[in-house]
């Protein structure tokens, strides 16, 4: 039992370090003087996790409160919904100028097969459309392959995670090294040099952070924990992808028909400001589907977190249910932190195609260097605030605010930074890109049904296709896993009592790591 000072310091305690100072109507005490009970009204933003000195328990109560907990969304109401409506808007010009060169295109052909001489000969290879279509299978087969290695890896990776990030930053290491010796060997010393003075900055940075990799492979392990459970999330991200690329197709032909349009003499030269109002057009559209995912992502894994039984099947309800949010009520949320990248990248590509045309020199050079700094601060930003998106259903700038304000008070500004996961993952995906590469070549060379295609060089021409194709296919399975990792990070230092009461063996296991990595920080 406490007495009533320390309860007193503990309650205070709380409510500054979540709520600031103006929240003692939102926490009430529990008659017994060992539980404290923090009402779930009143617009608590975060959940009653926070670490007790000594004794006594917390306990959310969720009865009178407008969402259910940390894991369920606010009350459904469109966030940043402006923003939305700007993005459908903004969609609908460029379907306009799609669908304007698909018509001007039937019309030029119904005109020339009125006109064409029906005496006229073929003159057309038909081995062209034969090699399009074995092209195509080989595209579609080096899919299937990649999806398979992919979802084995993940196997792997679950089992040995720890093992996965030393590889990965001993082979990076290696790789840079080997690199050196060629160029040394083929006698271009200057990038010799080069790649060994990478050689030697990448092996100090695996010595600082080789202690590490516990951390990182336990938050690894948990992560890959809530992906397999709801596998059906990578689906998900592959239908995303697919229509990815349906929209830029759209977007190529838009940007055609703006091309002849504009130009007024029958020429293909774009308008400069149809041609940035497209490009911008470009990486938004592309920004959006990403964190589409990722915020769904974040809503699943946030369901597994605090409410398991809504988020332990292949196509669980959590799938269905974030995604729903995702692009509905959160929709305007990810219009809005995908625009601000989207301005930048935009005046970046800008930038980039003054300075080739007037060799502006070092000015130019500066101002890609800024905005190339602004869009990475920009989507680290967006990565950590598209949790609290994803997991409260907050709009953009509260979610930002609160991921920033937590990261601080937690003193985990290091902890945040770490790139050990994502340095694995794209280590993975290289791995898949080449053994994609590899069946489908040995594939090809056995049967021999890609040789009439692609020629003499089928063989280099089979493995550089199918392994640019795996590494894409890869890499989308790898980018859906560390958004789960970002997500871990958040809810663990938001709620780590749930996670030991639903999940007690990956609990632990994250408590270990974390105390032996960081004792200090962690504040367990």
Not at 354 to 367: E, K, M, Q, W
């Amino acid at each position: 039992m406490q007495d009533d000072s320390t309860t007193q310091q503990i309650e205070e305690r709380l409510a500054e370090s979540l709520l600031g100072n103006d929240t003692e109507n939102d926490y009430a005490e529990n008659n017994n003087s060992s539980v404290f009970r923090i009402d779930g009204g009143n617009n608590v933003d975060f959940s009653a996790t926070a670490i007790m000195e000594a004794g006594g328990d917390i306990i959310v109560d969720g009865s009178e409160a407008t969402r259910g907990g940390f894991g369920g969304p606010l009350p459904p109401e469109y966030r940043d919904a402006p923003f939305a409506v700007a993005f459908c808007l903004h969609q609908g010009i460029v379907v306009y100028f799609a669908m304007a060169l698909v018509v001007s295109f039937f019309r030029g052909s119904e005109n020339e097969n009125e006109n064409r001489n029906l005496d006229e000969t073929d003159d057309s290879d038909p081995t062209e459309g034969q090699n399009i279509y074995v092209l195509l299978r080989l595209a579609l087969f080096a899919c299937a392959i990649s999806v398979g290695i992919s979802a084995l890896s993940l196997k792997v990776m679950m089992n040995h995670a720890e093992t996965l990030i030393q590889v990965s930053v001993i082979g990076s290491c290696g790789f840079m090294a080997v690199l050196a010796v060629v160029f040394l060997w083929v006698g271009v010393v200057t990038y010799a040099l080069l790649w060994a003075f990478s050689f030697l900055m990448t092996a100090w940075y695996a010595k600082l952070v080789w202690y590490r990799i516990p951390f990182a492979s336990s938050n690894l392990r948990t992560a890959l924990s809530a992906i397999q459970t709801n596998a059906g999330v990578c689906v998900l991200a592959y239908g995303m992808t697919g229509l990815a690329i349906i929209w830029m197709i759209v977007w190529f032909l838009a940007y055609v028909g703006v091309g002849f349009q504009t130009s007024g003499d029958g020429s293909f030269n774009p308008n400069v400001l149809m041609s940035l109002f497209l490009i911008f057009s470009f990486y938004w559209t592309i920004q959006v589907f990403q964190n589409v995912l990722h915020v769904t992502v974040s809503g699943v894994v946030g369901t597994w977190w605090f409410a398991p039984h809504d988020a332990m099947s292949v196509f669980s309800p959590a799938i269905v249910d974030s995604f729903r949010r995702a692009t509905t009520y959160s929709f305007g949320s990810i219009c809005m932190g995908s625009l601000l990248v989207a301005i930048i990248q935009t005046l970046e590509a800008w930038v980039v195609q003054v300075s080739r045309n007037d060799r502006s020199g070092v000015l130019s050079c500066i101002a890609q260097c800024i905005l190339r700094l602004l869009v990475r601060i920009a989507a680290y930003i967006n990565r950590w605030a598209y949790c609290y998106v994803g997991l409260y259903g907050f709009d953009f700038i509260s979610s930002g605010k609160k991921a920033m304000e937590l990261f601080q008070a937690k003193g985990w500004t290091t902890i945040i930074t770490d790139q050990l996961v994502s340095r694995s993952l794209r280590l993975v995906a290289v791995v898949v890109g080449a053994l994609s590469g590899l069946v489908c070549m040995l594939l090809g060379k056995v049967t021999g049904w890609t040789t009439p295609a692609v020629g003499m060089y089928s063989d280099v021409f089979v493995f550089f296709l199918c392994s640019v194709i795996g590494f894409a296919m890869a890499s989308i399975l790898m980018n859906v896993v560390l958004s789960a990792v970002d997500t871990v990070i958040v809810a663990f230092a938001e709620a780590p009592a749930e996670f030991q009461t639903h999940h007690p063996a990956l609990s632990s296991n994250m408590v270990q790591k974390w105390k032996l990595v960081f004792p200090e920080e962690c504040g367990f």
